[in-house]
């Protein structure tokens, strides 16, 4: 747990630094190239990884295949930040917890004088900074817990539906990825089951992404609160309390994985080291299964940032992604389209 | 966790006491009324429950009902134990913790003289009340954890497969309800998404109901051990831990509901007060729910037993069901069968 916290609280002052540089203009995505109807790919350039993702599926669906697996064994897995989504300057959830205080402080005078709240609500990012790992706790928790499920939901989804990303300036549901969007299609297409496998906040995801990915929450798994049944006098709620029940990240992949949906994925799509335990759990089945993981190169339509990143750091799973010949997708050449046309 | 094993120990007492009490004969099923194909539960006699089930099912099945349910919202949850199959004279879950330890003893010739494996090994039963709650609690951990998962998994298969249940004399796995069964066909025609969850071991059911009941594991939800990731040298395994980590029972199944599922179920059958949380729950859905409580009282062909019972007592939830007026499947008038014909 604490290193959770700790990784938290690297993020975010990386993070509040770089949201203060200016921002970087977005460049319309290339979207010159006709898109096939027959492909089912079309966002994705001609090359390995492409080929290699479809000469995979056509393989273990072909009955006739020594490779093939039955379709109640097709479970494909996929981390989300920076798999589906951007994560840049920092976890948009993060950008949730800062602006729920804002939303909140009007029920919250005393926040005015009282830190962690005071440095957010004066945009004061040094000082919030300085508030060190307490400081962001009680920031999460005070704008994670205290609701029920369903406020909390309404909370996020009113959110969405307004907040603004720093640099890119749109809602961060236009920031998922294209091609990602068409993978997920294309599995589905062939019968495999997908699911989200997140570090985020379970409840947070499924408040908006099932829309957008096309996955239903019961196939939406990540970090949890612990919570609290309350019959309250026939009108029953699940209240959210104040502490981290599970951390749905590196080793607790795979477990939460095994927990919940008791079966190994054969294809699993990641983009950090925190995705690495799931992709070497995948890599260990004994139907042939697929690692993917997207390397963000790409810094002009996306961020470019591996090894050293403290967002998203992709340095363990690298070297083994090279060793092992996993699919290494490659944002800046492989993608035609970083994110969904406008 | 207290309550739980204090619950269990009970159990295991009162078991070994109705276990060596004579055999009641089991008649056989009444089939003789024939089964019309058109009809989707053929086990059940026309009465309240099944018309009750029918009616249900025809109108949130309806586009044209204001009572129209979306089939992603179609969620139906099931307890296990005395529920979709007996639990009498105790879980048949702490039969195979019992076997286990026979199985094992080989491997442990310390166990001769310690208890509390001693007494199982002596068939000593009122040993082996003696030993109290610590005794039992070493025999579950003993014989549920410390393996893999895929381990364990092969345990239970070989189990279910030879052990034979002490007074009906058949393998555990044909004392489903066949009532039942043809419930969760039909609530599945209809585009029920069924899943199970239970107070019993999850992996202990994923091994071998899933073709039973035609239920995925991954929609399978039950008490969970403490499990480890180890990368094993390129070979991953996750190893059960002597730890449980949640117990899905009670309050923790609409818990366990929100956590794995985020859906409120529309469609929940019990047996038992550890159910009565769940159904509270289902109930108070803003769709038209269904809550169907199993009252068992039929002591010639199954068990009778309900508010007085150590095993799936069933008081508070008799009450609110009488009083909410919740289906109670009276399982001896309401099915013509109780377990599927041989």
Not at 16 to 37: E, M
Not at 133 to 152: A, D, P, R, Y
Not at 191 to 198: L, Q
Request: charged fraction near 25%; glycine fraction near 6%.
């Amino acid at each position: 747990m604490k290193k959770i916290q700790h990784l938290v609280l690297v993020s975010l002052v990386i993070g509040l630094i770089v949201s203060c540089t200016p921002s970087v203009n977005v460049k319309p995505d290339d979207v010159s190239t006709p898109i096939q109807t027959k492909d089912p790919l079309p966002s994705w350039n001609e090359g390995e990884s492409k080929s290699n993702v479809l000469a995979y599926v056509t393989d273990v669906t072909d009955k006739n295949s020594p490779n093939f697996i039955p379709i109640s064994d097709r479970i494909a897995t996929f981390d989300n930040d920076g798999t589906l989504w951007s994560e840049q300057p920092f976890y948009f959830q993060l950008f949730f917890a800062i602006d729920r205080v804002k939303a909140m402080a009007s029920e919250h005078p005393e926040w005015k004088d009282t830190q962690p709240f005071k440095a957010v609500l004066d945009n004061d990012m040094e000082s919030l900074a300085k508030q060190g790992e307490h400081g962001l706790i009680q920031l999460v928790m005070t704008t994670h817990s205290g609701s029920t499920q369903k406020e909390f939901e309404t909370e996020v989804k009113e959110w969405i539906a307004t907040a603004k990303h720093p640099s890119k300036n749109v809602g961060y549901d236009k920031l998922v990825y294209q091609p990602m969007l068409e993978l997920l299609d294309y599995l589905r297409a062939n019968n495999f089951k997908t699911y989200i496998v997140s570090g985020g906040g379970v409840d947070f995801m499924r408040a908006f992404v099932s829309e957008i990915y096309g996955i239903p929450s019961e196939q939406i798994i990540g970090t949890r609160m612990k919570t609290e049944f309350d019959y309250n006098n026939g009108n029953p709620v699940i209240k959210r309390l104040p502490a981290i029940d599970f951390v749905d990240d590196k080793e607790g992949k795979p477990l939460n994985i095994q927990k919940i949906i008791g079966k190994k994925p054969v294809f699993a799509g990641g983009n950090s080291d925190g995705d690495l335990q799931m992709m070497q759990w995948t890599a260990s089945n004994t139907h042939k299964s697929f690692m993917l993981y997207v390397h963000h190169t790409d810094s002009v339509r996306e961020w470019a940032y591996d090894r050293d990143s403290h967002i998203g750091r992709f340095d363990k799973g690298l070297d083994q992604a090279i060793q092992d010949g996993w699919t290494l997708v490659d944002m800046k050449n492989d993608w035609k389209v970083v994110y969904p046309p406008r």
